[in-house]
Nanobody, 118 residues
Framework: QVQLVESGGGLVQAGGSLRLSCAAS????????MGWFRQAPGKEREFVAA????????SYADSVKGRFTISRDNAKNTVYLQMNSLKPEDTAVYYC???????????WGQGTQVTVSS
């Protein structure tokens, strides 16, 4: 079972940047594609970005394309989400998960809160 711990969230002004981290336990981390998702108050959880096991291929939701970058370090069992040019509508709790395509599977971490003020 892979356990996930997200960190790096916080309060930032619009136009600012944050870097989220997701640390995974288990020796099989590098076997899986990983993704980031977010859930804003009153909304369903939505896909943000994904990266395949090797890091060579990535995909993004249209709403974050060009502003967010997903990456991973398999030696550290960690996946990152660099978020630039943040907007108030990016405010949400951000989660990482294993993915198949843009769909998550397995357990979720506790999430990390990102709040963007206007």
């Amino acid at each position: 079972q892979v356990q996930l711990v997200e960190s790096g969230g916080g309060l930032v002004q619009a136009g600012g940047s944050l870097r989220l981290s997701c640390a995974a336990s288990g020796r099989t981390f590098s076997n899986y594609a990983m993704g980031w998702f977010r859930q804003a108050p009153g909304k369903e959880r939505e896909f943000v970005a994904a990266i395949i096991w090797s890091g060579v291929s990535t995909s993004y939701a249209d709403s974050v394309k060009g502003r967010f970058t997903i990456s991973r370090d398999n030696a550290k069992n960690t996946v990152y989400l660099q978020m630039n040019s943040l907007k108030p509508e990016d405010t949400a709790v951000y989660y990482c998960a294993r993915v198949r395509g843009t769909s998550s599977f397995g357990s979720w971490g506790q999430g990390t809160q990102v709040t963007v003020s206007s």
